[in-house]
């Protein structure tokens, strides 16, 4: 069993930062990528943004250029996402995801609320 620890989360005005932070209780040669998702009430769960073992980064159109997703270079198994210049639809539960090697399943976090006041 994978545990998570996932914080940063709040309430923040429009145009305001946030930072997110998961630890994963895995060892860096276990993960292949970790990322974050999120999901509003009444809506699907979204991508946000991943970064892969090599450090190769993807994010959804819709944070890009906002969004920072980075990871702690020495324990690899941290992963943050750096959010600026939110927005009320950023308005989420942000869940920490990861990609094991072991498994075909992703690990997923408890989830963070970010709740962006207009």
């Known amino acids: 069993q994978v545990q998570f620890v996932e914080s940063g989360g709040g309430l923040v005005q429009t145009g305001g930062s946030l930072r997110l932070s998961c630890t994963a209780s895995?060892?860096?040669?276990?993960?292949?990528?970790m990322g974050w998702y999120r999901q509003a009430p009444g809506k699907q769960r979204e991508l946000v943004a991943t970064i892969s073992r090599n450090g190769n980064t993807n994010y959804a159109d819709s944070v890009k250029g906002r969004f920072t997703i980075s990871r702690d270079n020495n324990a690899k198994n941290t992963v943050y996402l750096q959010m600026n210049s939110l927005k009320p639809e950023d308005t989420a539960v942000y869940y920490c995801?990861?990609?094991?090697?072991?498994?075909?399943?992703?690990?997923r976090g408890q989830g963070t609320q970010v709740t962006v006041s207009s």
């Open positions: 995801n990861v990609d094991v090697t072991f498994s075909d399943l992703d690990y």
């Open positions: 895995l060892s860096a040669s276990n993960i292949n990528a």
